[in-house]
T-cell receptor
């Protein structure tokens, strides 16, 4: 089955800096890669996703890049703000096969002002 | 309903007891997932339903864990002979379909926090 590794486990940045979180996956057939944000005491929520037919996707201050050959994908947050502080999870699945979404262990991002 | 509803929100039980956790997904969502989340960890996949049937139960840790979704809506996760290591937040999520493109967005419930003493 799929295995998703995520690093770093914790990341501290100053407000305004960029943050990068990286994930690798094991199943070469996986083709859907979402990122979820979980604030303290709350449920995970989707913030951005990418499919294997594109290499990069942007949404305002966040972007995700995908390298299918290396089987890794990354989340980039620019101009970080204190409200970006949360735990971020990457995940992967085989979209058309209807397999389960498998999550990484998470990265705790702290943005200090 | 408007969102994914999970009950109970909090459950404290003694080692060896039986526990049931309930998930009421968003109306019309055919796919339903159970995850377990321990402190500081990511959601650990347990089981995934497509309609009434379990499409993938490979994440269930052992035969003490079982889940059902008899009518394709509400699901119950059942844990027999609970152990202290079962303590975690059990998250349920649903999506419109497990197979259709664009139906990948999981909506999570608030979770059921299980504490086994």
């Amino acid at each position: 089955g799929e295995n998703v590794e995520q690093h770093p486990s914790t990341l501290s940045v100053q407000e305004g800096d960029s943050a990068v979180i990286k994930c690798t996956y094991s199943d070469s057939a996986s083709n859907y890669f979402p990122w979820y944000k979980q604030e303290l005491g709350k449920r995970p929520q989707l913030i951005i996703d990418i499919r294997s037919n594109v290499g990069e996707k942007k949404d305002q201050r966040i972007a995700v890049t995908l390298n299918k050959t290396a089987k890794h994908f990354s989340l980039h947050i620019t101009e970080t703000q204190p409200e970006d502080s949360a735990v971020y999870f990457c995940a992967a699945r085989r979209e058309q096969a209807g397999t389960a979404l498998i999550f990484g262990k998470g990265t705790t991002l702290s943005v200090s002002s | 309903g408007a969102g994914v509803s999970q009950t109970p929100s909090n459950k404290v039980t003694e080692k060896g007891k039986y526990v049931e956790l309930r998930c009421d997904p968003i109306s019309g969502h055919t796919a339903l997932y159970w995850y377990r989340q321990s402190l500081g960890q990511g959601p650990e996949f347990l089981i995934y339903f497509q309609g009434t049937g379990a499409a993938d139960d490979s994440g269930l840790p052992n035969d003490r864990f079982f889940a059902v979704r008899p009518e394709g809506s509400v699901s119950t996760l059942k844990i027999q002979r609970t152990e202290r290591g079962d303590s975690a937040v059990y998250l349920c999520a649903s999506s419109p379909s497990g197979r259709a493109t664009g139906a990948n967005v999981l909506t999570f419930g608030a979770g059921s926090r299980l504490t086994v003493l």
